[in-house]
């Protein structure tokens, strides 16, 4: 008999595709397998305080997240949770805490809601709500461009959320497609805090610009500033991704990418895609202006053009 064969196993289904996996148990904790039919890894569950975590939902190189069951309140949540090598990067712990302690102030349907901030074994992790049926930058890839009607709901719910975030003097800095979530509802989910930060003031020369070229507010790129309107600039963006199925601006290189939106012409979204329609197309534009002075002066003036584009868009559909 095999030394592999004498190990004890246990039945594993995939997170992702749900094949049953033979998986050690002796693995070390954490320890993931690739599964036999898709790849995308698989663990024995692992108990971490009152949480089990039972599947991988996603990884990166600074965390995991882990579907778990909390064994006292009895609900489904999600556990991310820092690489063991992070511990030893005070700047990336500081980070890891801001987030969660940012996050866990703003309270919005639209918003993950933080359950729980910890520590075991020398590892912090976050117990979260859990929204794992894809993100917006999937159903991009998926569909080519998404539906408009579909792409006006998040616009206007994000706002929404966003609208929180302002009214608690903080910036999200990073949105984009892949940090719009949606839950087992359908409903749009704001998430990764990681980079957030107060109102007001200088970007920290010594940090760097951080966030996403596709998306970039130009004002973060040519004078190192920013408030709430730079991330209206970027939920704007995303929209316009989302709907023509072309980021707004894009270059060879990262640079000349982040640089496009300071000195580029945005193509509007109905010279794109003609079947666009001259509300979103307009609303878009706006929330886009290259000068934050000249986007709307609230998000409840954003919230109200995206809703005025859709009651118009509805119209017009029931009238075919």
Known sequence: MSEAARRPVQVVPCDKCRTPNWVPQDLAKFQPVPCTECRHP?????????????SVLGSGGMA????AWDTVLEREVAVKMMAA?????????????????????????NIIHIYNYD?????????MEVADQGDMDQRIESQGRVDELYVLDVGIKISSALDVLRQKDLMHLDIKPSNILYNTEGEPKLTDFGI????????????GLMGTPFYIAPERVSEGWQ?????????????????TGQVPFDAPTAEETVWAHVNGTLIPPNKVVKDISKDTTTALC???????????????????????????LLVARHGR
């Open 42 to 54: 698989v663990i024995a569950p692992v108990r971490l305080r009152q949480f089990e975590l039972r």
């Open 64 to 67: 995991t997240v882990y579907r």
């Open 85 to 109: 090598n992070i511990a030893q990067h005070p700047q990336a712990m500081a980070g890891f805490y801001r987030e969660a302690r940012f996050q866990a102030t703003l309270n919005h349907t």
């Open 119 to 127: 520590e075991s074994e020398g590892r912090k992790y976050l117990a």
């Open 196 to 207: 957030a930060k107060k109102m007001g003031g200088k970007r920290d020369d010594a940090e």
């Open 227 to 243: 408030d709430w309107r730079s991330d209206m600039y970027s939920l704007a963006a995303t929209l316009y991704h989302a709907v």
């Open 286 to 312: 706006k929330g886009m202006e290259k000068n934050p002075d000249h986007r709307f002066r609230s998000y409840d003036d954003f919230r109200m053009a995206l809703e005025a584009a859709r009651s118009r």
